[in-house]
Nanobody, 120 residues
Framework: QVQLVESGGGLVQAGGSLRLSCVAS????????MGWHRQAPGNQRELVAT???????HYADSVKGRFTVSRDNAKNKVYLHMASLKPEDTAVYYC??????????????WGQGTQVTVAS
């Protein structure tokens, strides 16, 4: 089992920046990929950014060039630095990890979410 706790959300003006943090605990040795998803009211949850254990990153087209995902494996943390924020970035942001057990079983774990609101 992996437990995830996010922090860093809040209210920001359009054009501003925020940094989200997520710390993992529990069976952290099994964690491979880490990343962020978001869900706006009335919308499906969507991928924002992911980072592999080797540091390979992937971004949604809507955030490329504005958001940066990073991780600190020693601290079991993943970060999302968000710049040039737009009102359409308003959503609940969820930390997600993908763990692989010693038997090769893949499991997704989710945090509880943190609200990001961008005012125009």
């Amino acid at each position: 089992q992996v437990q995830l706790v996010e922090s860093g959300g809040g209210l920001v003006q359009a054009g501003g920046s925020l940094r989200l943090s997520c710390v993992a605990s529990g069976s952290t040795d099994s964690i491979k990929a880490m990343g962020w998803h978001r869900q706006a009211p009335g919308n499906q949850r969507e991928l924002v950014a992911t980072i592999s254990s080797a540091g390979t990153t992937h971004y949604a087209d809507s955030v490329k060039g504005r958001f940066t995902v990073s991780r600190d494996n020693a601290k079991n943390k993943v970060y999302l630095h968000m710049a040039s924020l737009k009102p359409e970035d308003t959503a609940v942001y969820y930390c997600k990890t993908i763990s692989i057990s010693r038997f090769g079983r893949s499991t997704d774990y989710w945090g509880q979410g943190t609200q990001v609101t961008v005012a125009s």
